[in-house]
């Protein structure tokens, strides 16, 4: 793959990427789409006892497992892997969303895993 063709296929990729995050945003916060976009993780975090971001991590560890297994195996299962890495990146972007807003309430230090 040449530069002009990564650059065209990294535009699409983060596009779809970003768009999937939306579509996502939509059902897994319950309707507080635009208020809180760490509802559901800080929802489940208080139902379960546990931090957002020990919630945060089991959701990133599922995908980074599939994505260990496709290392291993080559085999795509019940999602494709570009699907996974998709979900791995918007993981990963709301992780630093949740550590600037708890750095910002000074929660930060209760966060850690």
Not at 68 to 80: I, L, R
Request: with cysteine; charged share 30%.
């Amino acid at each position: 793959m040449n530069s002009k063709e990564y650059q065209f296929m990294r535009e699409d990729f983060l596009k779809k990427t970003l768009k999937l995050s939306d579509d996502k945003r939509i059902e897994y916060t319950e309707g507080h789409h635009n208020s809180n976009v760490l509802w559901n993780f800080e929802n489940i975090a208080k139902t379960l006892g546990l931090s957002p971001m020990k919630v945060l991590s089991v959701y990133l560890m599922k995908h980074t497992s599939s994505l260990f297994n496709y290392f291993k195996d080559g085999k795509e299962y019940s999602e494709s892997i570009e699907g996974r890495i998709m979900d791995i990146i918007n993981y990963l972007l709301l992780l630093v969303c949740m550590i600037r807003t708890y750095k910002q309430k000074g929660e930060v230090k209760d966060e850690r895993l």
